[in-house]
């Protein structure tokens, strides 16, 4: 590896900056993206390997982050398990048949790889052109937000449906889950096997429940994939809004990195998980509008919070559409800039 600071952040060696990427930084902000959105409808995007590892690496020369992160989407496991996934431009993703009953959940596969060796096809011919130049990263969603879209069919403001489904219909619930988390940890090992150096489960809507509710409907699947997956990479765990899980979580010896959105102290963050882990975040992508000076001095404080050992300098969320390319440009230059 010609730069391997992400890898050694995970391990929480000493480095004299903090490794930097940014979550959906292959995507709408960059107009050579916009370019291949023109041609192709997001699935042949996904799909086709050679886009895929295009767009993979079009933030790599455009802005330089230290680590890359394959193209591609979560809701390839429902639609691999069987299910219908629609992706409208502008509209985003709808599931015209969801899981309603039982009978739903049965018909429902986990052996999944078969339908996406698109991924891996596109994870071998990225890492191959990356030459070591930066390390790869697989992902996957978690089985709660996927229980999400697969019960809720489309994205939602508070996915009452999804919860309902939980609250009232926990056995069920709990089958879902578990059939999600065993799909999910054939494709992850897959992914590894195809070139994927680190890998991140993305809980986008873990949020929506209470501590207790975590402990039960996301919490045990999280665990189950990076105990299954961690002995071959190492495993980021990204709980969107639950900063409560930040104990349980980092005290599993399985789990390397945890995310955190900008809700959360730097120092309380550290001071909650003891330095047992890495931890990733949390600038608020929406002060990457900020003059860019701003942007500067703002990363650098968020680094001296952090500490530069087992950190991982990223935004608390994706890089939104519409920001501009020089100021995702300033955040990466900014960290790796960072004198300590």
């Known amino acids: 590896m010609k730069n391997d600071l992400l890898l050694r952040a995970l391990r929480r060696e000493e480095v004299s900056r903090p490794p930097v990427w940014m979550m959906r930084q292959a995507g709408r902000y960059l107009p050579e993206y916009q ?33 890359a992160i394959i193209f591609s989407d979560i809701l390839v496991i429902p639609q691999a398990m069987g299910m219908t996934v629609l992706m409208e431009e502008g509209k985003g993703p709808l599931l015209p048949e969801t899981i309603r ?10 052996d999944v790889n078969s339908s996406l060796t698109y991924v891996f096809d596109a994870l071998r ?32 403001k508070g996915f009452e449906k999804a919860k309902t489904f939980c609250f009232t219909r926990p056995e069920l619930a709990a089958q879902l889950l578990q059939k999600i988390t065993d799909a999910t940890i054939v494709y992850l090992k897959e992914q590894v096997n195809a070139g994927a150096q680190v890998i991140q489960v993305f809980d986008s809507w873990s949020g929506m429940l209470a501590p207790a509710d975590f402990d039960r409907f996301a919490a045990p ?29 980092s005290a599993h010896p399985s789990v ?59 935004l608390g969320h994706g890089i939104l559409p519409h920001i501009p390319v020089e100021h995702a440009r300033a955040f990466i230059d900014a960290v790796k800039n960072f004198k300590s």
Not at 101 to 110: G, P, S, V
Request: aromatic share 8%; with cysteine; charged share 20%.
């Open 35 to 67: 370019e291949l959105r023109k041609k192709y409808d997001f699935f042949t995007r996904v799909q086709t390997p050679e886009l895929a590892c295009e767009i993979t690496l079009q933030p790599i020369d455009i802005v330089g982050p230290d680590a």
């Open 101 to 110: 009953d039982e009978r739903d959940i049965q018909k429902l596969t986990t």
């Open 125 to 156: 011919l990225t890492r191959k052109t990356l030459d070591g130049r930066v390390p790869l990263i697989g992902f996957a969603g978690a089985p709660f937000t996927l229980l999400c879209y697969m019960v809720e069919g489309k994205g939602s």
């Open 221 to 249: 699947y999280l665990l189950q994939i990076a105990d299954a997956v961690h002995s071959s990479a190492p495993v980021i765990l990204f709980p969107k809004g639950s900063a409560y899980a930040l104990d349980t979580l």
């Open 256 to 314: 390397s990195g945890i995310g955190l959105d900008w809700t959360v102290k730097p120092q309380t963050a550290r001071a909650v998980t003891q330095n047992r882990v890495a931890l990733q975040g949390n600038y608020d992508p929406i002060k990457l509008m900020q003059p860019v000076d701003n942007i500067q001095q703002e990363v650098h404080q968020m680094i001296r919070d952090f500490g530069t050992t087992g950190y991982i300098a990223n």
